[in-house]
């Protein structure tokens, strides 16, 4: 099997005296895309901010391409791994070209950018500020700064949260597509249904430990993901594949 | 292009303003021609002071543009942060105080020390309550600033004697820039420099730190190296300013926010941006400040904050519309 583009091994993290994350080991390879599942609380922010090299794993390691994460220099680090924010807010009003000129030179220059705007579909918004840009403009302009140094790592924190469908299933669409290039994908997602329909395989986290991890169709049918979330999910097998409808709770 | 426009504009009105005042024509036929009265006058006196001016105007508005990036805060400025006010106390301390080391040395090295921390001890305060909001670092600033300001009027008030002057020591305070001798000139001329190729060097960490902490990082900044390291060169340009021009406000806010309205927000082109318009700043007010009450000069620091405190004002409704 192929190395993990990204390891965890026994990751864990407190604050205040609370485990957010406790004892996560997972693989993330190269070309998959790996959704985050769970509750509210359950650590998928915070795993992914481990992930990111944002948190420090105490107790635990992570490793990106086989070396420690804190080991890689920051740039380098950067060049190989993009992270979407769950909210983005730049302090300042930066055009979308500025924007992405900002991702493009973590790869050292910015040669290429109005290659990599039309690669994203961000050509026609590069003059624009960003305090002018739709919330799907905005998602765009992030991904392809995010994006722009064509990281073997991607990490993504329910970017969909703030978008409409269309735009939530444009955005997974190009985080496959990233993937189908051989980037390693991770995304917390929200919606499960989003996430039966764009990830390969889930991790079903719940109260900072990994309940189960496995191929979205099969975590799907797993009754730890009704226990985890503290309802009897009915299961509708469609043309387009399973789709879960929560019923009742407690 | 306003901001390239603005240094000579105000040289050339700084040469002109004064106890005598000056035609355009006049100034410049004067400046040609240095074997006059007149002349001599213009090259000795009024030139370098004008020039100070405008070092000092580029200094403040580096270290407000500095300081704007890394609080990521519109409103941060050397005087507003209390880092102008822990320079003038350190300042103070170092005119008024018998130190073991020559005056020259100790005002530079203390106004730096005092700049420095007042502007972590407000960082600290500020992040004690929300972060680097607007309001919690202007209350965080505004406490600071009016405990070194008491500070030094205590320390004035119980240090000063025969041998020094309070109402010197009271008139540096209030800002104002001296005539200084060629050489000197020089010397500031130099660190002026020095202070933009510093702050041109945080540039683009500045830019990343302007998309939030988080993806400023996973852009490959080390954000907590980075903000003291900017914090130490801040505090270094404050300091220079301070020691040759007292106590000026609002020019390293103004300046910041013009340069950031002709050249958006990227710090490459800011900075020198800023720089230039703070000096054309610092030089029509100063020029302002020697013209306005013949033969009495009033402080810089007063005529700057007659322009600057409504500008405050109006960026501080923009902010609060902005939420």
């Known amino acids: 099997m192929a190395e993990a583009a990204l390891s965890l091994r026994g990751v864990g993290h407190r604050a205040g005296g609370v485990a957010l994350v406790e004892d996560v080991s997972l693989d993330l390879r190269a070309g998959e895309v790996l959704g985050l599942i769970g509750p509210n609380g359950a650590g998928k922010t915070t795993l992914l901010r481990l992930m990111a090299g944002l948190l420090r794993p105490a107790p635990g390691e992570i490793r990106l391409h086989g070396r420690p994460l804190p080991a890689w220099p920051a740039r380098e680090r950067a060049r190989r791994m993009g992270y979407l924010p769950q909210h983005f807010a730049p302090h300042w009003d930066y055009t979308a070209r500025e924007l992405l000129r900002l991702g493009l030179e973590r790869g050292g220059s910015a040669e290429g950018l109005e290659e990599v705007a039309t690669l994203h579909g961000v050509a026609g918004l590069l003059g624009r500020r960003w305090s002018s840009l739709s919330g799907g403009e905005r998602a765009r302009v992030l991904a392809a700064s995010v994006l722009a140094t064509r990281p073997g790592v991607v990490l993504a924190d329910e970017a969909t949260a703030a978008l409409d469908v269309g735009q939530s299933l444009a955005l997974m669409r190009r985080l496959r597509a990233a993937a189908r290039e051989g980037a390693a994908v991770a995304v917390v997602v929200h919606d499960l249904n989003l996430a039966l329909a764009g990830c390969d395989r889930l991790a079903l986290l719940h109260q900072g430990r990994l309940q189960a991890l496995g191929p979205a169709a099969a975590l799907a049918e797993d009754a730890r993901l009704d226990a985890a979330f503290g309802v009897a999910f009915v299961r509708v097998r469609t043309e387009a594949g399973l789709l879960l409808s929560a019923r009742g709770g407690d | ?181 060629w050489p000197e000139l020089a010397v500031l001329g130099a660190l002026t420099a020095a202070a933009l190729v510093l702050c041109l060097g945080l540039a683009r960490g500045l830019d990343l730190l302007g998309l939030g902490e988080a993806v400023a990082e996973s852009f490959g900044l080390p954000v907590r190296r980075f903000v003291a390291l900017a914090v130490l060169a801040g505090a270094f340009v404050v300091a220079v300013s301070v020691v040759w021009g007292g106590l000026v406000g609002f020019v390293g806010l103004m300046a910041p926010h013009l340069a950031r309205w002709t050249a958006g927000p990227l710090h490459r082109g800011l900075l020198p941006r800023a720089a230039a318009i703070g000096a054309g700043l610092a030089m029509l007010c100063d020029g302002a400040a020697r013209a306005l009450l013949p033969p009495a000069e009033i402080p810089l620091g007063l005529v700057t904050a007659a322009i600057g405190a409504p500008f405050f004002l109006l960026v501080l409704a923009r902010e609060a519309r902005r939420g």
């Open chain 2, 1 to 181: 292009m306003i901001a390239w426009l603005l240094p000579p504009l105000g040289l050339l009105a700084g040469l002109m303003l004064g106890a005598v005042t000056l035609t355009p024509a006049e100034a410049l036929s004067l400046l040609a021609d240095p074997a006059q009265p007149l002349g001599q006058l213009l090259w000795q006196w009024r030139l370098p002071r004008v020039l100070a001016a405008g070092c000092v105007g580029a200094l403040l508005a580096l270290g407000g543009a500095v300081f704007q990036g890394v609080f990521r805060n519109p409103l941060a400025e050397p005087y507003l942060l209390g880092s102008a006010g822990g320079a003038a106390v350190g300042a103070t301390v170092a005119l008024l105080v018998a130190l073991p080391l020559p005056t020259w040395l100790a005002l530079p090295l203390l106004a730096f020390c005092g700049a420095w921390g007042a502007t972590w001890l407000v960082l600290a305060l500020a992040r004690l309550a929300d972060g680097t909001s607007v309001a919690a670092l202007l209350l965080a600033g505004v406490a600071v600033a009016a405990l070194l300001g008491a500070v030094r009027s205590f320390l004035m008030l119980a240090l000063s004697d025969e041998t020094v002057s309070l109402q010197a020591v009271l008139a540096w305070a209030l800002g104002g820039v001296q005539t200084p001798s």
